[in-house]
């Protein structure tokens, strides 16, 4: 012990040992540099990922229903001339206005989507495509009974016409967009109500 001081020997041999360095709470080398940089490119990757799901989950129902309403104006433009009842034709003709104004107002919610037209994916087109339903027209043509199988098809097509309306409207948009879908369903509620019963009638 030295008197002078009051320090123990371990006291002195502590103070004159060399100090271990002490280390930064975060040591940044390149290992931990290189793994959040990793780890930050995998976070974005998935949250792109996720935008773009929630982006195609909103987009594919208004897509379905311009696709469903195209595949429909050509099946009644075709038909027009093969349909003999005549509530039937005017029915027909009632339709075709009603998708020619709905494909009009309808250009305002795609393009706030960022929807075009032109550009709407190979599968939903396939969706909606109306190749059986006019295989089916042709099928009832060649037996003497085009009506009641237009009547049939067109009931159905569009049943699920206004099913997409009902899911749009109710999955939540803008008062404006609100207030098209509300009016389109309305629209085309009376002409889906005449068609099924003109296709109990005749079967």
Do not use: C
């Not at 696709?67 to 009842?85: E, F, G, P, Q, Y």
């Not at 009902?166 to 005449?194: C, D, H, I, R, V």
Request: proline letters at 5%; hydrophobic letters at 45%.
């Amino acid at each position: 012990m030295n008197p002078s001081t009051n320090q123990t020997p371990l006291d002195y041999l502590n103070q004159i040992a060399p100090q271990a360095p002490k280390r930064p709470v975060f040591a940044w080398n390149i290992r931990t540099i290189l793994l959040a940089g990793i780890a930050a490119i995998v976070l974005v990757i998935i949250l792109v990922n996720v935008a773009g799901a929630i982006a195609n989950a909103q987009k594919q129902p208004w897509e379905r229903l311009y696709a469903k309403l195209d595949a429909t104006s050509s099946v009644v433009n075709d038909s027009s001339t093969r349909i003999k009842n005549s509530q039937l034709r005017s029915l027909n003709s009632d339709l075709k206005l009603y998708i020619t104004n709905t494909q009009r107002d309808l250009a305002a919610p795609l393009a706030s989507l960022n929807i075009v037209p032109k550009k709407i994916p190979a599968s939903v087109l396939a969706l909606e495509s109306n190749a059986d339903m006019k295989q089916r027209l042709e099928v009832g043509r060649l037996n003497a009974k085009f009506d009641s199988t237009y009547a049939r098809e067109m009931t159905y097509q569009v049943a699920t016409i206004l099913a997409l309306l009902q899911q749009l409207y109710s999955a939540g948009a803008g008062p404006q967009t609100q207030a098209f879908l509300k009016t389109a369903y309305n629209n085309l509620e009376p002409t889906y109500t005449a068609l099924s019963k003109f296709s109990a009638s005749n079967e």
